[in-house]
């Protein structure tokens, strides 16, 4: 069983959930080898009524059902696990992201009657918030249109659902964009700080796959090399014709290409 844990406290906290399935190959996982206990007469406890009815008046009930449906759609994330205690007088949930001083909030209605979700950055981290701030374009790609950058936070706000299960899948969706983004950052599971993040043309450049890194290493050669040198005049041409937009360096890719199929 230990050699097994060992296995999983090595994984990124992400991917824990979905390897769990380790510990089954431990013939007995768990062994009672010690018992003691240790209970005064006057005590009580608590008495079972059956299924916790949810009073959807009470502010504590919403966020105790929200966590409730977060550990259901949201199982890999570890902090949807930790026990809460939810104040009627604070419509925020916080979650650890991963490190501290930063943290996911979630509310299905604040103060202005708005859904959000968002992550936070305390003064000890603005600097990971500013870093994230400079790629705002991606951060809108990959996560949510609707981004908002305000006092260290990233937010998204929207309008409550009538139904407020609707709002609460709502706020699901666009915290597991959120932790799929941010987390592997935080966690240092991808190498580099968010500077080393690409932007949407880089992105764009480095989905054409190999070739399209070939051909880029090729266009760095030098322009008057290639006119005085003894390299193929139709290559040359191909080469040294101006691109201006997108659909002429993908033209040119493909004549680059032809140009090689014929030479094979």
Wanted: with cysteine; charged share 30%; hydrophobic share 40%.
């Amino acid at each position: 069983m230990i050699k097994q844990t060992e296995i999983l406290n090595v994984l990124d906290p992400l991917d824990i959930w979905s390897n769990l399935w380790l510990i089954n190959k431990v013939a007995e996982p768990l062994k009672l080898v010690y018992r003691h206990e240790q209970m005064p007469d006057t005590h009580i406890g608590r008495v079972f009524v059956g299924e916790y009815r949810y009073d959807f008046n009470r502010m504590e009930d919403v966020k105790k059902c929200l966590m409730e449906y977060l550990r259901k759609h949201l199982a890999y994330f570890p902090n949807v696990h930790k026990s809460k205690k939810h104040s009627a007088h604070s419509l925020t949930i916080s979650l650890g992201a991963g490190i501290s001083g930063a943290v996911y909030q979630i509310s299905t209605r604040n103060q202005q009657g708005k859904a959000f979700v968002g992550i936070y950055f305390d003064e000890s981290r603005e600097e990971w918030y500013r870093k994230f701030c400079l790629h705002k374009p991606l951060i809108t790609k990959k996560v949510h249109p609707n981004i908002v950058l305000e006092n260290r936070s990233l937010r998204v706000y929207f309008e409550p659902y009538a139904d407020l299960f609707d709002t609460m899948a709502e706020i699901k969706t666009i915290l597991e964009k959120m932790i799929q983004f941010f987390s592997p950052y935080l966690h240092g599971s991808v190498e580099g700080l968010p500077e080393d993040l690409l932007s949407d043309v880089e992105e764009e450049k480095s989905s054409q796959g190999l070739q399209g890194k070939v051909f880029e290493e090729i266009l760095k050669i030098d322009k008057e090399w290639l006119r005085s040198s003894m390299i193929d005049p139709r290559l040359a041409e191909i080469l040294l014709e101006e691109v201006t937009d997108e659909r002429a360096f993908l033209a040119r890719q493909e004549r680059l290409s032809e140009y090689l199929i014929n030479r094979l």
